[in-house]
């Protein structure tokens, strides 16, 4: 994995799962073209990720046992169709359909992370796959802004056109710059999908792992899915696109978190994923003060960016390093879990925000925190084994 070969991977990675999210500052747009009721275009939104879930559990183990450098062009041509296909959208219930097939088949990013794990040398591993996963959050937090961008100068469809141009382009420079790959196993797909689980309920340390990664990820969830309804009312007021600046700083912040993973090359991984605890906790207790501050509100965002995307790294880098043989199983399994906090965190946000506001969800955020910890500190104490396919 050279430097150029890594950057490559993080970008690709990047564009893959900004896909999913090209639809969310475009809602209103899309309703009114197709005269559509704002609540059916949140739809949109819903079913991507419904169909994003579906191509995680299904197509990204296979990784563990086919050609992945054909796997990767499969997948990314049928991205690229699917695109068009939604830029020409002709009705409503077309698109929709679309954009969960989108969610099936922009799974590359997911495909390319335990490879990148694979390719990458021990003592390199937690620096490449750092900048992947870097590339991977930088994606999720710049595709809505991107979005907003593209379609001011030539409306929503411009921007699945776009894209599609942008997946073809880092195809073809995937297609060659990566060798052949020899399957790793030969394992039957219903037993390759049920080992899945087998891994989790054999390997403590991959369940350890997993509970961490899975209250991180609730923890990022609540607090962005309430700083919408913060900055959106009072005292701030501000519009849409002030919202989405903010993303920005949250960027900074994945960029950053990118170091983490030559702490994992260092042997630091476990002592500084209680150190990015701590500071999630830090951060939820400031953000309970930050209610009436903007420029509380960007510390807190940067802080508690840094924290969870670092620690993401460490978990990430540490999962994959436990088996050469089910990376991608692994990689499955822990996406699945952050998709499942991630529900959580949204959900518990709006429930949370009706019944106290933000010093309701600032409180939330530090039991989350206290929590977290506390796995840690009683997870770290017993053996990481190496898992067996």
Known sequence: MTRGLTLLFAVASGAAVGNLYWAQPLLDAIAHDFHAAPAEA??????????????????????????RRRLIAVMMLASVVVLLACALAPSFVFLLVALCLLGVTTIAGQILTPLAGDLAEDRQRGRVLGTVVAGILTGILASRTISGLVATLGGWRAVYAAAAVVVVVLGVLLWRTLPPLERKARVPYGKLIASVGGVIVKE????????????GFAAFTLFWTSLTFLLAGPPFHYP?????????????????????????????????????????????????FAGASVWLVVAVVFLLDVAIQGQNVLNQTRLLSLSHEARSRLNTAYV??????GAIGSGVAALLWAAGGWTAVAAAGIVMSCWGLGVWALGRRGPLVVVRP
Do not use: K
Request: net charge positive; proline share 2%; hydrophobic share 55%.
């Open 42 to 67: 949140g739809w949109l939104v819903t079913a991507t990720q419904l169909g994003y879930a579906v191509g995680i559990l299904l197509i990204v183990p296979l990784g563990d046992v086919l050609d």
């Open 204 to 215: 403590r340390a991959v369940r350890w792992t997993l509970a961490l990664s899975t209250t």
């Open 240 to 288: 849409v696109s002030a919202i989405g600046l903010f993303g920005l700083v949250g960027i900074a912040g994945a960029v950053t978190a990118q170091r983490a993973g030559r702490l994992h090359d260092r042997g630091l991984s476990l002592p500084a994923t209680g150190i990015a605890w701590v500071l999630v906790l830090a951060s939820f207790v400031l953000a309970a």
């Open 336 to 341: 699945t879990s952050n998709f499942i906090g």
